[in-house]
T-cell receptor, first 113, second 113 residues
């Protein structure tokens, strides 16, 4: 059974710091991995999608990497800003025909001005 | 234009009542989902539909009945509401189930009193 864990559960950093959020999954047979952010009381916003054949994806100040064999993904946020404060979630898909995404436990990030 | 929209955003109701949540996506996707987010912010799949057909029912009580009148709509009807049903319910869609990027609605916060 696929389990997805995110460490740390919560993180506070001063503005301007570079930071790394971690996502671990127990079954390496994933099809893709998606990172989301969730603002309080809001829905999920898709940040990056990494296919299992890819090693990383970049969007602006965000860089997500994937190491399938070790069951890990990281989300790197450069030069953090107070507007980055949110909960970050990773989700894995087991592929065509599975019709679901399995979510991690989330990391609550606070960037202090 | 909102890609995945849910109504209502908030729902407060008494135990024993029946309520419905509606979801619509304008992305032309084939697959739609219902997820439940509990008080610890953990997201768990409830149902998946592909082209109006139920694909996944993740051991959800019979009191929950999804209905997909067409590919763009997936509604969730809940009978005999219980206190434990209080949660945030998210609708999502993707072009291909478990393969492509998933997009989420803003959520419906259900409070049963």
């Amino acid at each position: 059974k696929q389990e997805v864990t995110q460490i740390p559960a919560a993180l506070s950093v001063p503005e301007g710091e570079n930071l790394v959020l971690n996502c671990s999954f127990t079954d390496s047979a994933i099809y893709n991995l998606q990172w989301f952010r969730q603002d309080p009381g809001k829905g999920l916003t898709s940040l990056l999608l990494i296919q299992s054949s890819q090693r990383e994806q970049t969007s602006g100040r965000l860089n997500a990497s994937l190491d399938k064999s070790s069951g890990r993904s990281t989300l790197y946020i450069a030069a953090s800003q107070p507007g980055d404060s949110a909960t970050y979630l990773c989700a894995v898909s087991l592929g065509r025909g599975t019709y679901k995404y399995i979510f991690g436990t989330g990391t609550r990030l606070k960037v202090l001005a | 234009d909102t890609a995945v929209s849910q109504t209502p955003k908030y729902l407060v109701t008494q135990m024993g009542n029946d309520k419905s949540i509606k979801c619509e996506q304008n992305l032309g996707h084939d697959t739609m989902y219902w997820y439940k987010q509990d008080s610890k912010k953990f997201l768990k799949i409830m149902f998946s539909y592909n082209n109006k057909e139920l694909i996944i029912n993740e051991t959800v009580p019979n009191r929950f009945s999804p209905k997909s009148p067409d590919k763009a709509h997936l509604n969730l009807h809940i009978n005999s509401l219980e206190l434990g049903d209080s949660a945030v319910y998210f609708c999502a869609s993707s072009q291909v189930g478990g393969v492509t990027e998933a997009f989420f609605g803003q959520g419906t916060r259900l409070t049963v009193v």
